[in-house]
């Protein structure tokens, strides 16, 4: 019955994307990706591959699905960093897992196997960059959040996660993320924000030690059945994102436990420094990160 439910919403999800028409958001933009699963860091005035300050906090941010890698590219990491460098200066470690490219079949509980082996990649290149999951934000969306859930977990032999972030996860993944991994457990604080409407997937998941937080429904929920750019899912990775940007707004990422940290280390920052392009993927640093034992492993499953 889940795998059933699962595909539905693969199909609706691809069905949206292809006769979408808007396209042109912050998070969701028109061009291919070819990324398979890579961490670059957007700090300021660092190169993808840079490692970490272990003085800051680090925020992580990863998308969900992409069905369409060669004609549009999910830039929920970039944007996010970019706001967050322009909001607060160089006051976090910012790193964005890329995976635009991967491949995703709604048949066979596909979408768990390759949410758990991206997360699993993700922990690998985060252990490797020496995060302390302590102080540590990971910001999840759509099937995304199992991406980030998998990582907790894969993480906890170091230290719980400071926050599990998940944006709209469908209501389907709610029993793998809760019960299965049961990453309310491996974090400090579990939150799950969902949009209400025909085109959001997500919903309250009541689960103890997981915090709720239903957002508005957007400006156009039902032409979001047929233009994901506008529909509720999308919609509640784009209102994370303006709350990154605005700290006028309430809930959002003024809920990080890390917020007060903003603007702490205010050192020079271009806040409109060019965001690091696909090609970065290829570099050697960055398949490098593939080697790691985590890797290795999740890829024979």
């Known amino acids: 019955m889940e795998t059933c439910r699962y595909r539905c919403f693969f199909l609706l999800l691809l069905a949206g994307l292809t006769t979408g028409c808007g396209l042109n958001t912050a998070v969701l933009q028109r061009g291919g990706n070819g990324c398979q699963g890579v961490l670059l860091n957007y700090s300021c005035g660092a190169q993808p591959c840079d490692a970490i300050d272990p003085s800051k906090p680090t925020i992580v941010l990863t998308h969900g699905w992409n069905p369409l890698p060669k004609r549009i590219h999910t830039t929920f990491g970039p944007a996010g960093a970019k706001a967050l460098r322009c909001r607060c200066g160089d006051s976090y470690n910012l790193l964005s ?57 894969s993480l906890s ?24 991994l049961k990453a309310q457990r491996h974090a400090c604080i579990v939150e799950n924000y969902w949009s209400p409407g025909i085109s959001g997937y997500g919903g309250e998941a009541n689960y103890r030690g997981v915090r709720n937080y239903e957002i508005d429904r957007g400006h156009a929920p039902i ?31 003024q809920n990080s436990r890390f917020r007060c940290c903003c603007g702490r280390c205010s050192g020079a920052c271009n806040c409109e ?6 090609d970065h993927c290829k570099l050697p640093c960055l398949l490098a990160e593939a080697k790691g034992s985590d890797v290795a492993d999740s890829r024979k499953q």
């Open 97 to 153: 897992w890329d995976w635009n490219a991967v491949k995703v079949s709604p048949f066979n509980d596909e979408p768990y196997r390759v949410g758990r082996c991206q997360g699993k990649m993700l922990a690998a290149a985060l252990r490797s960059r020496g995060v302390n999951p302590r102080c540590t934000q990971i910001v999840g969306h759509s099937l995304g959040t199992l991406v980030a859930a998998q990582a907790v977990v």
């Open 157 to 180: 032999d170091l230290a719980p996660m400071g926050q599990l972030t998940l944006l709209d996860p469908p209501t389907s993944l709610h029993e793998e993320l809760f019960c299965r």
């Open 223 to 253: 032409r979001g059945i047929l233009d994901l750019s506008v529909s509720n899912h999308v919609y509640t990775m784009l209102w994370y994102y303006r709350t990154m940007c605005d700290r006028t707004l309430c809930g959002g990422f």
């Open 273 to 278: 420094a060019s965001e690091q392009r696909a």
